[in-house]
């Protein structure tokens, strides 16, 4: 599973892998079926497939 989440861009990158690991935490725990899931952190304003699929 792919999670994707918006940050402020203001974040530093230590600040933004904190937030991505309290998410994929919550999410695995959650949702205990799953077996991995990859979290993918953007700035907001450009977040979710769209902003990937033109990079």
Known sequence: MRKYIAVDSLLSV??????AIEVRYRIMHG????????????????DGEVFHTFL
């Open 14 to 19: 230590e600040e933004r892998h904190v937030i």
């Open 31 to 46: 949702l205990s079926y799953l077996s991995n899931v990859v979290v993918l952190v953007d700035p907001l304003g450009s």
